[in-house]
C-alpha cells in the first residue's frame, strides 16, 4: 500500500496530517511505502529531513494524493480532488456538514471518512481530534486573551502597590472551555464559567471556577439542555433571554470573556447582544471561538480584531493551526489511531472493519456515492 501525506493548501492551515514520530509506525511493518507532499510540515516546525529520517520519501502533491490511503487535515480543495485514485481511502476533517463538498469527494470515487463524525465512545477517544484540536484552542483562546488584555491576570501585591486578578467569564464549557478554565486559572485569573448542559457545574467547580446559573422553567428546558451524545441542542427562545439577561449583568464586571458555545451543524448559539459589549469595561477582551460557525458575540469578526468602545473582540478562526506543531503531533496519532482500526502496524495488514461502529459512523462517501448518514 502506499500511504500519502499532501501539504495542507487552505490558507491559514499550519497543520499536517502525519509526523515523523507516526510515520516510523507506518512504516514499521516494511509493507506499505510513504510519501509526504514537500514541505507539508514546514509550518509545524518538520523538515522534510526528519519525514525521510523516519521512513517516507519526499514527493510531489501528485504522489501524496494518488496515494492508496490519504492523510489529511482538511479536506481537498476542489482542483486537489482529480489527483485522487478512485477506491483509496481518504481520512481527514472532511465537514460533513458541507452537502456540496462531501459530493464532490463521493465523485472522485473514494472512500471518505469524516473524523468530525467519530462517535464518542471510550474506544474512540484516542481518535478523537475535535478533542484534541478543542482542547488546543481552549488554551490558546486565553493565551491570545492575555496578550491581547492590558492588565496582569494574577493578584500581585507589589511595593508600588497592589494588582487585582483578571475576572475570566468562560461561555461554553465543552473541551475547550475545560482548558480555557484550567489555563486562566494557572496564570492566576478570577473565573466563572456556564453551559446549557446541567453535567457540568461539577467540572467548572472541580477546577476552581465559579458556576453561573441559568435555571430552567419546565421539564422539557431541563431535557432538551442534556443534549444527546455529549453535544448541545438549541435550547428554547425563553431560556436563551433569561441566559443573555444573566450574563449581561456578569458583563457588566468582566475583564476577559471567552465564548466557546456550540452546536454541531447548526450555527453557533448568538450568546452576547451588541449591547452587553456596550456595558463591558473599556480594555476588557472577548474571544469568540464560535466565529467560524457564525460567532457567539455580536459584532466578532472572522480572524479580525474588531474594538467596539474600547473593547475588543478577537475573532481568530481556526485557533489549533496557531500552535501547529503540538496540534499536528495530537492531530497524527489521533489519526494513526483511527488508521489502526484497518491497518496492523505491526504485521501490515489491511482489512477495513465495515461493520465497525466508528468505521460506519465515520463513512460519508463510497464508490462514488455519498453514505446517507442513519
Ligand atoms: P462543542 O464544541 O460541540 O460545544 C462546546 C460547548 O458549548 C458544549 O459544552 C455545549 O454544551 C455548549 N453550548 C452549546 N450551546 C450553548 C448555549 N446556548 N449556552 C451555553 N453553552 C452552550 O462540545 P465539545 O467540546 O465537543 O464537548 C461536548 C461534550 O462531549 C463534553 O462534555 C465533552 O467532555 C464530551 N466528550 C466526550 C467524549 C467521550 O466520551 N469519548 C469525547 C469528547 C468529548
Known sequence: MNIGI??????????????PETIKK??????????VEAGAGVHSSIPDAEF???????????????????????????EELPRLKRGAMLIGLLNPFDAAAVQSYAGTGVSGYALEWL?????????????????IAGYKAVIIAAGTYGRFMPMLMTAAGTVKAARVLILGVGVAGLQAIATAKRLGAVIEASDVRPSVKDQVESLGAK???????????????????????????????RQADIIHERCKSVDILITTALIPGRPAPKLIKAETVATMKPGAVIVDLA??????????ELDKIVARNGVRIVGFGNLAARLPADASALYARNVLNFLALSLNAKTGEF????????????LVCENGAVVPRS
Do not use: C
Open 6 to 19: 499532501p501539504r495542507e493548501s487552505r490558507a491559514g492551515e499550519t497543520r499536517v496530517a502525519a509526523t
Open 26 to 35: 507506518l512504516a514499521a511493518s516494511g509493507k506499505h511505502s510513504i510519501v
Open 52 to 78: 525521510q529520517a523516519a521512513g517516507a520519501r519526499i514527493g510531489s502533491p501528485e504522489d501524496a494524493f494518488g496515494a492508496d490511503i490519504v492523510l489529511k487535515v482538511r479536506g481537498p480543495a476542489a
Open 119 to 135: 462517535p464518542r465512545i471510550t474506544r474512540a477517544q484516542s481518535m478523537d481530534v475535535l478533542s484534541s484540536q478543542a482542547n
Open 211 to 241: 458556576w453561573v446559573d441559568v435555571p430552567y422553567e419546565n421539564d422539557e428546558e431541563r431535557k432538551i439542555a442534556e443534549g444527546v451524545g455529549g453535544y448541545a441542542r438549541p435550547m428554547p427562545p425563553e431560556w436563551m433571554t
Open 291 to 300: 466565529v467560524e460557525q457564525g460567532g457567539n458575540v455580536e459584532g466578532s
Open 351 to 362: 482489512a477495513v472493519p465495515k461493520d465497525d461502529e466508528i468505521i460506519k459512523a465515520t
